[in-house]
C-alpha cells in the first residue's frame, strides 16, 4: 500500500462548478496524491426516466457539472499537471442517453443552421451490469436488445484556461474541457498544461461507454466514482493536452472546423517526438504519417476534438514525460495493494 495522502471528495449539490476557471476551489491538494471524487453525470441527475426529456428537467446553462476545482499546490503557468486514472466505476446501475433538438452530428444546429424540422427528443435508459461490465441498449421501437462493453470515461477534464478566461464545461479546448475521447479511461495519464496559479482542475461527464465520435452528442451519461493519483511537472510545457497508456502516446487537439482539429492533434504529436527524441521534424511527419491512429473524440461540440495516437512500439526507446506515466502507474498498483 502506497503511503500517499487520499483525498476523498463527494459534493453537495451547491458545490459544483460548470465552468473551467472563475469557480474558486474546492479544495487544496499537494501532489503527489491520490484523490477519490464522485462526479454527477451530465444532467445533473435529473434524467432518469423514458419521460424526463432534457429540455424539461435540466436548466440550461447548468449541465455538464464539475467537480472541482482542486488547487494544485506549487502549480504554475508554465508546468504540467498529470492525471493518472486508477480507477473509473458508475455509481449507479442506470445510465441515460437522448437526442437532443438543435444539437448532435446528424441534425441541423444553431452552427448549422437549415429549414429542417429538428429531430424529436427521445430518452434510452440503458441498464448497467457493473458485475459484468457491461451496457444495455433497449430499442424504443420494436423491443430489440443488446449488451454492449462497458468501457467507463470521463468526457470533461481540464483546468482553468489562460487569460483570465472561464469556459463553459461544454466547451473543449487547448486547457482539455469536455473533450469527449474514450481514450480517457482507467490506465490513461493524461497531461494538461498549468495556466493560472494552482491549475484549478477539475473533472465530470461520466460516460458508461461512447462511440468514437458522440455521434447524437449524448453517451451513457451516469454518475462515477473515480480515484485518480496527481502529479506535477515542473518546468515541463504541455500546449496541449497529451495522453499516455502502456501502448500509445496521444494529443488532443480541439477546434472547428473538424480538419483543424485532426491538424493540431497531428502537429502536437510530430512536435511532442520530435523534441522527446531529439528527432528532425521532417522525419517526425514522416513516421507519424504512415504509424498513426486518428480516432475522432467528438463532433458536436463547440469545438470538435481529434485524437492523434501513435504506438509507442513505432517509437525510439525511452520514457516520454520524464517516465511519469509508469511511475504512476507503479503508485496505482501499490495503492489498489
Known amino acids: 500500500m502506497t503511503d500517499l495522502q487520499v483525498v476523498t471528495f463527494k459534493p453537495e449539490a451547491d458545490q459544483y462548478a460548470w465552468t473551467f476557471g472563475g469557480a474558486p476551489p474546492v479544495a487544496r491538494i499537494k501532489p503527489p496524491v491520490v484523490l477519490q471524487v464522485f462526479t454527477e ?13 432534457v429540455s424539461q428537467v435540466c436548466e440550461f446553462p447548468f449541465v455538464n457539472p464539475q467537480t472541482g476545482p482542486f488547487y494544485i499546490e506549487g502549480a504554475q503557468p508554465g508546468d504540467t499537471i498529470a492525471v493518472h486514472f486508477v480507477s473509473i466505476t458508475p455509481a449507479r446501475d442506470w445510465g441515460a442517453s437522448t437526442t437532443i433538438p438543435l444539437f448532435g452530428s446528424l441534425t441541423n444546429t444553431h452552427l448549422t443552421a437549415l429549414l429542417n424540422e429538428p429531430l424529436p427528443e427521445i430518452v ?153 527524441y531529439g528527432m528532425d521534424v521532417m522525419d517526425a511527419y514522416q513516421l507519424v504519417s504512415q504509424g498513426v491512429e486518428a480516432p475522432l473524440a467528438n463532433v458536436v461540440d463547440v469545438n470538435y476534438t481529434s485524437i492523434a495516437k501513435m504506438p509507442k512500439r513505432y517509437l525510439p526507446h525511452g520514457a516520454v514525460m520524464d517516465g511519469t506515466h509508469a511511475r504512476l502507474r507503479e503508485l496505482a498498483a501499490q495503492y489498489r495493494g
Open 124 to 276: 434510452w435508459m440503458w441498464q448497467l451490469d457493473r458485475a459484468a461490465a457491461t451496457c444495455r441498449f433497449t430499442a424504443r421501437r420494436g423491443g430489440f436488445t443488446t449488451d454492449m462493453p462497458m468501457n467507463p470515461m470521463h468526457g470533461t477534464v481540464g483546468v482553468a484556461p489562460a487569460n483570465l478566461e472561464a469556459r463553459s464545461a461544454l466547451v473543449p479546448d487547448a486547457f482539455g474541457g469536455n473533450m469527449d475521447t474514450p481514450e480517457m479511461c482507467a490506465g490513461t495519464t493524461c497531461y494538461l498544461g498549468v495556466n493560472v496559479d494552482g491549475a484549478l482542475f477539475s473533472l465530470g461527464d461520466g460516460h458508461a461507454r461512447q462511440g468514437e465520435g458522440e455521434t447524437c452528442g449524448v453517451a451513457v451519461e451516469t454518475a462515477m466514482n473515480t480515484v485518480m493519483i496527481i502529479d506535477l511537472l515542473k518546468g515541463v510545457p504541455c500546449p496541449w493536452p497529451r495522453l499516455e497508456n502502456d501502448g500509445y502516446i496521444m494529443t488532443a487537439g480541439s477546434a472547428r472546423p473538424l480538419e483543424d482539429a485532426f491538424r493540431i492533434a497531428q502537429t502536437e504529436l510530430i512536435t511532442w517526438m520530435a523534441g522527446q
Open 41 to 53: 453525470d451530465a444532467f445533473f441527475g435529473r434524467v432518469r426516466g423514458e419521460g424526463d426529456l
